[in-house]
Every structure is written in structure tokens, then in C-alpha cells.
């Protein structure tokens, strides 16, 4: 037993004792009050033929004995007192009995005798107790009402207390419900649940034989307590559960009707041949989703542009613009543009040639420049807004350092209003994305986006 358990039951027991004395100590000061009460009757024995001799007097004092004791008018009419011929009354005082007793014995002197003989006060502590059968049966129904609650009370505190810390036994499971890799926002996700396991080659060759869906499939298998892509380096695990995530749509378009048909299938038939159980993660109807997803795509799908322009200098150098790129912290790449990347080495925002020619080291070495874009992905940046205004300072120290002219894609000039009002119409953008859940950046859009 704990040491809550014992303290309760230590309290309980302290209250049973408590009131079991408080009891004892009433019935012992109601049983004093009797006697007092009957002492001068009982004790004035040189009136005892007075008593005897006078009826009236008698019932008057059967009659307040009575009401003393709250006993019912028919119960004190089966007590008839009669009394016996006095004795002498040097005789009477050496025979009174002590009253200074607390309790009543079970018999009183021969001198007051009933009937029946039997002694007048005879059953006198049954009397007192009679009226008291209601007391005590609350006390009983109190105290167990009392010993009820504790043990209530003790069984929640240790549940409480003991239940977090109690041993759940459970079979293996992934870390995470899916592999963190697939996003039910922007992918159609299967999970088939197996038996037993599977190993990693018998997986793949199964996989091997699916068609081309139209959009890219990944898939995982749960591995122990990890989720682990089905690919050959990890062809000789063994998986307990597969996923299979199809993505949904991307800058192409949404997924067709036939591909989706396709997955659909071969996924239920890749859960029969190893004996899996197919459970669907999204209850929808997905093509429609799937359409309603790129229709979302469409409306935020913003590129900020800023253009460089040859100014009343003619064309700039392309050596010069090369330097001028690498001493800002830009990387000319092998896409022909100049990447602004973060430190997780994720693109910013580029610069490249107007024209669509890729810029390359050679080229730069020998031409000119008349016009250079500088571009903002706005749904694959994280904080955009922020990155354009850090954007456009680039391209003023460019303008000046070039003698070029800065201007957005209107051809209009940039000034401090025209950023800020550029600035709050990604903030807008951001704004619907996330209301989508979908988070700007993150590596769910960056798929969704290319």
C-alpha cells in the first residue's frame, strides 16, 4: 500500500474512534442526568409510605418519568409500580443503594419490587437507549459515508498520481503518423498496413512494375520506429507498413483523371499481393481536389521582377556586373543565372539576362549587358516581403554603381512608396497561403511550385 492509502486510512480510522468516544461520552452524561433527576425521589425513603399511600403521587411521578425518558404513553403503560411494606427506616438507609454509580447494575435492592418481581428501574439503560435508535443509525450511515469518500478520494489522487507513470505496452510504430516528407495538403496518401512485414527488395519489385501516375509518387516504408524511403539502399530492411503519397498538382497543372485511376488501383492491388490492410488518409474526392488545389495555385502563384536597364551610359560592362554580383554575395550557377541563396543554401532570389541567354563566366568576360532581371519567387520564399525590400536595395546600389536605371516591370521608377506598396501585396499573398496551410518555403510548396 502506498503512503497515501495508509494516511487515509489512518484519517478514517481517527474519525470512527472520535465518534465512537463522542457517543460514549453523551450516553454516559444522559445516563448522570437520569440519576440526578431520580435522586431525590429515590433517596427520600422515609417517604416511601406517603408513596405508597397516595395513587395520585405515584402517577404524577410515572408520569414525569415518562415524559424524561421520551418514552410513548403505551410503552409506560406496561409499567406498573407497586410497592412493597417499608421496612424500617434505620434499615432503609443502610440498604440505599449508591447512585454515584455511572451505570445501571441489572438489579436494584429488594425494597422496590414490581409485580412480577422484578425491580422497578430494572432495563432503565434499555429505556435511556431506546430513544436513541436514530442517532445511531446516521452515525453509522455518516461514517460510512465518510469511509466512502476516502477510499474515493485515495482511488483519484493515485490515479492521478500513478496512472501517467504506468507502463503502456504497444507494438512498434513510426515516430510520426506519416513520414515527414508527404503532406496531405498537396498529395493523395495510402497507407497499407501489413501483418506481418515485408522486406525491402520484395517492395520494390512490386513498385517497379506501376505506371507512370503524371505527377512524382513517393513512397516509405516503417521500418522498426522510422519511416525510410523504399529505395535500393534500403532494400534489405524489413517494413511492417507502406505509404504511397501522389502529388496532387504543381506548376504543370493538377493531376489527370486516368493517373489518379491508376494509382488508385495499383495501390489496392500492391495491398492484396502482400497481404496488407489500404487505408485512404484523406476522405475526399481527390480529383476534385486535386483541381480546386491548382485553381488556388494559379491566384498566388506572383514572380516580383525589377529590371536593370542600360542608362544614358549605354551598356554595361559584363566583367564589371560579374564582379559587382559576386561582391554582393551572389553564385552564378549552372541554370546561366546569379543565385542570392539563405544559409540552408535555398534560393532567394536571382538575377539573370533579359534576353533568356544564360549568363556564363566566358560570355561576361567579352559582352555587354543592356538589360538584367532581378526576380522574386514569392510563394517559395519564406519571408518575402522582407527579401524584396533587400532585393531592391541591391538594385539601387546596382543603378548606381552601373549608371544603369532601375524600374519594375512597367518600365516605371522605384521609390520608397512603390516598395512599400509592392511589399504589402506579397504580404497578402502570404497571407492566403496560410490560410491554405500552406507554409511559404517550405519544402510541400517548393514541390508544389516547380
Known amino acids: 500500500m502506498s503512503q497515501l492509502q495508509l494516511g487515509l486510512l489512518a484519517i478514517g480510522a481517527l474519525v470512527i474512534i472520535s465518534v465512537l468516544v463522542n457517543n460514549w461520552w453523551q450516553e454516559r452524561r444522559i445516563r448522570r442526568d437520569m440519576v440526578q433527576r431520580f435522586d431525590g425521589p429515590i ?72 409485580e412480577e418481581d422484578e425491580p422497578v428501574f430494572v432495563d432503565q439503560e434499555d429505556e435511556i437507549e431506546e430513544p436513541e435508535p436514530a442517532p445511531i443509525l446516521l452515525q453509522e450511515e455518516e461514517e460510512a459515508e465518510i469511509e466512502q469518500l476516502a477510499t474515493e478520494d485515495a482511488v483519484a489522487s493515485l490515479t492521478a498520481t500513478h496512472a501517467p507513470d504506468e507502463p503502456v505496452s504497444a507494438p512498434a510504430q513510426p515516430a510520426t503518423p506519416l513520414p515527414s516528407e508527404v503532406d496531405t495538403q498537396i498529395d493523395e496518401i495510402a497507407i497499407v498496413t501489413l501483418d506481418g512485414t515485408a522486406s525491402g527488395v520484395v517492395l520494390r519489385e512490386l513498385l517497379s512494375t506501376m505506371a507512370d501516375f503524371g505527377k512524382p509518387v513517393r513512397w516509405f516504408g516503417a521500418s522498426k520506429s522510422e519511416w525510410l524511403p523504399l529505395t535500393k539502399e534500403y532494400a534489405s530492411h524489413h517494413f511492417s507498413s507502406v505509404v504511397g503519397a501522389l502529388q496532387l498538382a504543381d506548376r504543370s497543372g493538377a493531376v489527370q483523371a486516368q493517373g489518379l485511376r491508376d494509382f488508385q488501383n495499383q495501390i489496392s492491388e500492391l495491398s492484396q499481393q502482400i497481404e496488407g490492410e489500404l487505408v485512404w488518409q ?28 542600360a542608362g544614358i551610359s549605354g551598356p554595361f560592362a559584363g566583367t564589371k556586373f560579374r564582379s559587382l554580383m559576386e561582391a554582393s554575395g551572389l553564385t552564378l550557377k549552372e541554370d546561366g543565372r546569379f543565385h542570392f541563396t539563405n544559409a540552408e543554401g535555398d534560393t532567394i532570389f536571382t538575377i539573370s539576362n533579359a534576353d533568356q541567354l544564360p549568363l556564363t563566366e566566358e560570355g561576361l568576360r567579352t559582352s555587354s549587358l543592356h538589360d538584367v532581371v532581378l526576380m522574386l519567387d514569392v510563394p517559395r520564399v519564406g519571408d518575402a516581403s522582407n527579401v524584396f525590400k533587400q532585393m531592391a536595395m541591391l538594385g539601387n546600389r546596382m543603378e548606381t554603381a552601373l549608371n544603369a536605371k532601375l524600374t519594375d516591370a512597367r518600365q516605371r521608377a522605384l521609390g520608397d512608396a512603390e516598395i512599400e506598396q509592392i511589399r504589402s501585396q506579397i504580404k497578402s499573398i502570404h497571407a492566403k497561403m496560410q490560410e491554405r496551410q500552406l507554409v511559404p518555403g517550405s519544402a510541400s510548396v517548393l514541390r508544389l511550385f516547380s
Open 43 to 114: 433517596d427520600d425513603v422515609l417517604m416511601g409510605n406517603k408513596a405508597a399511600s397516595d395513587p395520585d403521587a405515584d402517577d404524577a411521578f410515572a408520569v414525569d418519568a415518562a415524559e424524561d425518558l421520551d418514552v410513548d404513553a403505551d410503552e409506560e403503560q406496561n409499567f406498573e409500580h407497586v410497592v412493597e411494606d417499608e421496612p424500617d427506616a434505620d434499615d432503609e438507609m443502610e440498604e440505599e443503594p449508591e447512585w454515584e454509580v455511572p451505570e445501571f447494575t441489572a438489579s436494584e435492592p429488594d425494597d422496590f419490587e414490581t
Open 282 to 309: 484523406e476522405k475526399r474526392d481527390a480529383l476534385q481536389y486535386a483541381q480546386a488545389l491548382d485553381a488556388f495555385c494559379i491566384d498566388v502563384d506572383v514572380t516580383v521582377t525589377l529590371h536593370l536597364a
